[in-house]
């Protein structure tokens, strides 16, 4: 098979299970826990991932990545990768994860196969991996959102693994992330994997101000339930609560979609039927540009434990799609499988010997 450039020393593939896509899905952002690929990756890749790439199953066609953190180490780390066109729910799809390149540089994240484009149709993409340091430390892997701004008491310590390699645990009392404000009316689908550990309440994540005309929508947990509400564009604000009882004292994703006269709720992947309802039909969200607030709003209500992989779409996924995320998130190592280091060998070339000069 074509090996996609001889500066690479190594590869190995990575095969989806077909079992575990719950449709034929385009341009979906595939999770890699790299403690999956093994010894021989952690001894040959360079300590900070750099000379990752990532190809289809023809060894040459390369897609975007995103090497979220890596830790040779420790044998530790995320991965993200765009399985472009069609990842399939019928026949498993194999990648290459290229390695061993010691002269590779970091792909600049605007470029065609580097961070921005893993994430088509994301508005927000935070993974919260990095250490709470600096007022501006939270990235968003879109790139449509660099002015991230960290609240609160915020230290390294608070960078905790969990389901999606680290995560950030929330104080309850001060710790927030103001990040871009996005002014999405529509089409919408939020997410986050979110663990609440005390208090009466918390929002996780949210466009919501509490003030006239300043509010959008806020994810919501208590220890018993999970929360949505939304703000319709109207005046006064009509605010439509959705919730679903649930244990949110454990880890778990959790995910709305809203479109025009649609809100739904998702646990873990499968879709929930409401318990509470307060008039279901929707017409557009309000129009104001509020911050998005993860570990609060932007005025009380603050999350008390630990959020990871909070993201905003522009487009109302799928229930085929949020299944396939949380079999993927939940657990990669059965989602994929990772198979051996392979080497680059360079083809042999024929030499006619000379025996004898006329």
């Not at 990235?139 to 609240?151: F, P």
């Not at 809100?263 to 911050?291: A, R």
């Not at 709003?297 to 799609?321: F, P």
């Amino acid at each position: 098979m074509a090996w996609y450039d001889s500066n690479w020393s190594y590869r190995i593939p990575v095969t989806i299970d077909s079992t575990k896509v719950s449709a034929d899905l385009t341009d979906f952002p595939v999770y890699v826990d790299l403690s999956d690929l093994g010894t021989d990756f952690f001894s040959n890749v360079k300590t900070d991932g750099s000379d990752i790439r990532v190809t289809k199953d023809d060894g040459t066609t390369e897609v975007p990545r995103e090497v979220v953190a890596i830790d040779t180490g420790s044998s530790t780390g995320e991965l993200h990768f765009k399985a472009d066109g069609t990842l399939s729910s019928s026949t498993d799809t194999i990648f290459y994860i290229y390695y061993g390149n010691a002269s590779a540089t970091e792909p600049a994240v605007t470029a065609t196969y580097g961070r921005n484009n893993v994430w088509v149709d994301y508005d927000n993409v935070y993974h919260l991996n990095e250490e709470p340091t600096s007022a501006t430390a939270i990235i968003d892997s879109t790139g449509n959102y660099d002015s991230t701004v960290i609240d609160g008491t915020m230290t390294a310590s608070d960078l905790v693994a969990v389901q999606v390699g680290n995560g950030l645990d929330f104080d309850g009392s001060n710790d927030r992330i103001r990040a871009g404000s996005s002014n999405i009316l529509n089409n919408i689908t939020c997410q986050a994997w979110a663990r609440y550990d005390g208090g009466s309440q918390g929002l996780f994540f949210a466009q919501d101000g509490q003030g006239t005309n300043n509010r959008k929508w806020y994810m919501q947990a208590t220890s018993s339930a999970f929360y949505v509400n939304v703000f319709e564009s109207s005046s006064p604000l009509v605010r439509k609560n959705y919730n679903v009882a649930t244990s949110a004292n454990t880890l778990q994703m959790y995910h709305f979609t809203y479109t025009v006269d649609t809100l739904k709720l998702y646990i873990n992947g499968s879709l929930t039927t409401p318990t509470k309802t307060f008039d279901p039909t929707l017409t557009s969200l309000e129009n104001t540009t509020i911050d998005t607030s993860i570990g609060t709003n932007l005025a009380s209500n603050w999350w008390d434990g630990v959020i990871d992989e909070a993201r905003i779409s522009s487009v109302v996924r799928s229930d085929d799609w949020i299944s396939t995320e949380y079999n993927n998130q939940n657990s990669p190592s059965t989602f994929y499988s990772a198979g051996a280091q392979e080497t680059y060998t360079p083809s042999a070339t024929f030499i006619p010997r000379v025996t004898s000069v006329l």
